[in-house]
């Protein structure tokens, strides 16, 4: 790892260039590739989702829907300190929209990607002192242990994946009645979320 920063930008944006012209999952991918990945080397705060929405394969821009405002919600965070770079870096298991399955929902993220970037991603990120794992397949992707676990119990022993890992239900529609159900999230999980993310980013 290249210890001087402004190298060590060059490098990362070499690789974001890099991410950003894949087309390795070209002919599997409805609209297209539009690799949607952002963050620099200051980055304390790395947040690992799905893959991009429709809006966001749209826009270009991370979270830039409804679940976007659920999770800068529970993270206690505006948009302004969210979409800073020089503290905030945010990638998918999967960096493009997989398109819809046939029952309206998006598919599952395309496996390509994290073999070919995230170790490559994330050893350009030296600063990250918190990872967030967002939903089912973040958590599966980077604790391979956690795979076959029902997300429930997952999300039930979040305090096991400190200090390095955050686990939290992905911010869709469906959290809405899950976390009415499970009220230890709100009272238990979310402060203690915006204590650590508060603590990373403003270090």
Not at 116 to 123: C, D, G, V
Not at 135 to 140: E, L, Q, T
Not at 156 to 185: C, G, K, M, Q
Request: aromatic residues 8%.
């Amino acid at each position: 790892m290249n210890p001087n920063p402004a190298d060590a930008a060059e490098d990362l944006d070499r690789l974001l260039a890099e991410i950003r012209s894949c087309r390795v999952c070209a002919a599997h991918l409805p609209l297209g590739p539009r690799p949607v990945v952002r963050g620099r080397p200051t980055a304390r705060l790395l947040i690992i989702s799905q893959a991009p929405g429709l809006r966001v394969h749209q826009t270009g821009l991370s979270f830039d829907d409804k679940s976007g405002d659920r999770l800068r919600f529970w993270l206690g965070l505006d948009p302004d300190r969210f979409y800073d770079e020089s503290r905030v870096a945010v990638m998918g298991v999967g960096f493009c929209y997989p398109g819809r399955a046939p029952s309206g929902a998006d598919l599952p993220p395309r496996r390509e990607c994290a073999p070919l970037w995230h170790a490559r991603m994330r050893a350009l990120l030296p600063a990250v002192e918190l990872t967030l794992l967002i939903g089912r397949y973040a958590v599966g992707c980077c604790l391979p242990s956690q795979r076959a676990t029902p997300m429930s119990r997952v999300l039930a022993r979040w305090r096991a994946f400190l200090p390095e890992y955050f686990v939290l239900p992905h911010p869709s529609w469906h959290t809405i009645r899950w976390s009415r159900d499970n009220p230890w999230f709100e009272n238990e999980v979310l402060p203690e979320l915006r204590t650590r993310v508060a603590a990373a980013i403003n270090r």
